[in-house]
């Protein structure tokens, strides 16, 4: 996070009314020419003053630190968590987090001990699909009288991922039939041409375990042969007519979530982007960020 170099102060709504008790108390004096209005009046002004290094102080030492953030679809939340620190001895006050350009979001600290840091989560709706910043970040705070506010912003430069909102037909598309001469994965040879890796599922014969990438520190892959590849969901930007390119974007992320969810083979095809058939996580999110990104 860069923070900003100056703090900025300004007035709340409560200093107007400050201002307007103060000038009904200096008329009062004045015009009895009361020493003990006049007493209230200095003692007053004498606490607005104090105040406002105070105010100041509250969030001197005080910084934020963000988390990664977790990809949403279209039309849902992101949850932004963040964790504000008080790198001070003293213990620091009524202090407000916002997110710039989120509305009226907001969330309230207490107190922070000193050396210590309060965890909270922001939320702001997922509005368009594609990768978008998270922008600026603001602590505010106007202890411990309330009539001032100080205000720190912090430039964030992470990015989050917004996925394409799923909808349309439940029902995944015919993949290409398995070829009447391909064989079930026990029988497939060394011989047969490779095509790739996908991640590995539980149960499944452990003959074809990429064990060369697992001693290597990386996770259990399964070769995958072009016999094997010949059975799989097929899903193709250009293989259904709609109109809308949102529309098929929408269409083709509900594929991707019920192809997960079965358990079934799933490629993705977009003009310029070829994903080759798997299942799993990682090809999961592979295949959502592709369509949160398509241009």
């Not at 400050?18 to 004096?29: G, H, Q, T």
């Not at 007053?44 to 005080?62: E, G, W, Y």
């Not at 279209?74 to 964790?83: H, K, N, T, W």
């Amino acid at each position: 996070m860069k923070e900003r170099k100056f703090s900025f102060v300004y007035p709340t709504a409560s200093f107007a009314g400050l201002l307007f008790v103060l000038a009904v108390m200096w008329y009062a004096a004045s015009s009895q020419n009361s020493p003990a209005v006049y007493l209230l009046l200095f003692a007053l002004i004498a606490v607005f003053l104090v105040s406002i290094p105070h105010t100041l102080i509250n969030l001197a030492d005080v910084t934020i630190v963000l988390e990664s953030v977790k990809p949403a679809f279209a039309g849902q939340e992101v949850s932004l968590s963040v964790e504000v620190m008080n790198r001070s001895r003293a213990t620091r006050h009524g202090i407000n987090l916002a997110l710039a350009g989120s509305g009226r979001e907001r969330k309230r600290i207490d107190h922070i001990p000193g050396g210590k840091a309060a965890r909270v989560t922001l939320r702001f709706p997922a509005r368009q699909r594609g990768e978008h910043k998270i922008g600026t970040l603001c602590l505010t705070s106007a202890y411990p009288l309330g009539f001032v506010r100080v205000l720190k912003k912090f430039a964030a430069s992470q990015t989050y991922l917004v996925y394409p909102k799923p909808a349309g037909d439940l029902q995944l598309p015919l993949g290409r039939a398995r070829a009447p001469h391909s064989r079930p994965q026990a029988d497939i040879g060394e011989g047969d041409d490779f095509a790739g890796v996908r991640p590995y599922v539980t149960g499944e014969s452990q003959r074809h375990i990429d064990w060369k990438a697992v001693a290597r520190g990386q996770p259990l892959m399964t070769k995958q042969f072009a016999a094997e590849a010949e059975d799989f969901v097929r899903l193709d930007f250009s293989a259904f007519h709609l109109a809308d390119v949102e529309d098929r974007l929408s269409q083709l992320a509900l594929w991707v979530i019920e192809a997960e969810r079965t358990r079934r083979p799933y490629g993705l095809r977009l003009p310029g982007t070829e994903i080759l058939p798997a299942v799993g996580q990682s090809h999961f999110q592979q295949c959502l960020r592709a369509l949160s990104l398509f241009q």
